[in-house]
C-alpha cells in the first residue's frame, strides 16, 4: 500500500483552523460572543469543504466543493 500523498491545501486550511479555534477561545475569554462564533463557523467552514472536495465522485463534485472553500476564505 502506497503512503498517502501530502496535500498543502489540506494542510493548510487544517492549520488554519486550529489558529482561528485558538483565536476564538481567546474572543471568548473577552466576552466577545457573536463575532467570535460567526468567525469560528466560516474559517472551519473552509477546511470542511475543502476535506469534501477530497472525497468528491466527480470532478464536477470537486470543483463545486472547492469553489465554495474558496468563497469561504474571502
Known amino acids: 500500500m502506497e503512503p498517502k500523498k501530502e496535500n498543502i491545501i489540506i ?9 482561528i479555534i485558538s483565536l476564538y477561545q481567546k474572543l471568548q475569554n473577552e466576552k466577545e460572543y457573536i463575532l467570535s ?17 477530497s472525497a468528491a465522485q466527480s470532478k464536477k463534485d470537486f470543483i463545486n466543493k472547492m469553489s465554495i472553500a474558496s468563497k469561504e476564505a474571502r
Open 11 to 19: 494542510d493548510k486550511t487544517f492549520k488554519f483552523s486550529l489558529d
Open 37 to 53: 462564533k460567526q468567525l469560528l463557523r466560516s474559517a472551519t467552514s473552509i477546511g470542511a469543504n475543502v476535506e469534501e472536495a
